[in-house]
């Protein structure tokens, strides 16, 4: 069957350090993949899509890299700041264009 | 532009009552997903709406259904209420079929 896996483990770093979140999946063969961040009691909002032809895509401090061989994109922040704090979700979209969330990393940084 | 709305925000229902929740997508947004979020189980897919139609439904029972008007807009409803429905329920619009997501703020539902 289809899974998404993220670390259900809070990610706890100190202000100003890269945070890094892992989104792993099988049986998906992803057109893309996406990102958003949800705060509590709100809905998710979008960060960054890559697409499969992509390694690697840059938005500000966000990096976001799309291994389709691993199965697995890596989620990075840089420098991060008590602001980022907050619970990243990665998706998938699968057979019929049909978008599939992870669990979600929660993120603490601390100053 | 106007983001996602949902409507109502919070609500309160009993076991056995139904409920419908309302969304209204970005003006110009063809399709409308909704989600159903607990703490237990993440973000589970319900169905997804485009031009009127429904495109993809999720794993849920038959007592969850939905509706999409020539507007756009959406409509869900839940039949007989167990407490487990208990959740935040999610509506999020896109241009087309497929891409990025806007999500609403969402509608929380307690069943007591």
């Known amino acids: 069957s289809q899974k998404i896996e993220q670390n259900s483990e809070a990610l706890n770093i100190q202000e100003g350090k890269t945070a890094t979140l892992t989104c792993n999946y099988t049986?998906?063969?992803?057109?893309?993949l996406q990102w958003y961040r949800q705060d509590p009691g709100r809905g998710p909002v979008f960060l960054l899509l890559?697409?499969?032809?992509?390694k690697e895509k840059r938005k500000e401090r966000l990096k976001v890299t799309f291994d389709t061989t691993l199965k697995q994109s890596l989620f990075h922040i840089t420098a991060s700041q008590p602001a980022d704090s907050a619970t990243y979700l990665c998706?998938?979209?699968?057979?019929?264009?049909?978008?599939?969330f992870g669990g979600g990393t929660r993120l603490m940084v601390k100053p | 532009k106007a983001g996602v709305t949902q409507t109502p925000r919070y609500l309160i229902k009993t076991r056995g009552q139904q409920v419908t929740l309302s969304c209204s997508p970005i003006?110009?947004?063809?399709?409308v997903s909704w989600y159903q979020q607990t703490p237990g189980q993440g973000l589970q897919f319900l169905f997804e709406?485009?031009?009127?139609?429904?495109?993809n439904k999720g794993n849920f029972p038959g007592r969850f259904s939905g509706r999409q008007f020539s507007n756009s807009r959406s409509e869900m409803n839940v039949s007989t209420l167990e407490l487990g429905d208990s959740a935040l329920y999610l509506c999020?619009?896109?241009?087309?079929?497929?891409?990025?997501?806007?999500f609403g703020e969402g509608s929380r539902l307690t069943v007591l």
């Open positions: 999020a619009s896109r241009i087309g079929g497929t891409g990025e997501l806007f």
């Open positions: 890559i697409r499969e032809n992509e």
């Open positions: 709406y485009f031009s009127e139609t429904q495109r």
């Open positions: 049986n998906y063969s992803p057109a893309y």
């Open positions: 003006s110009g947004h063809r399709s």
């Open positions: 998706a998938l979209e699968g057979a019929g264009n049909m978008l599939t």
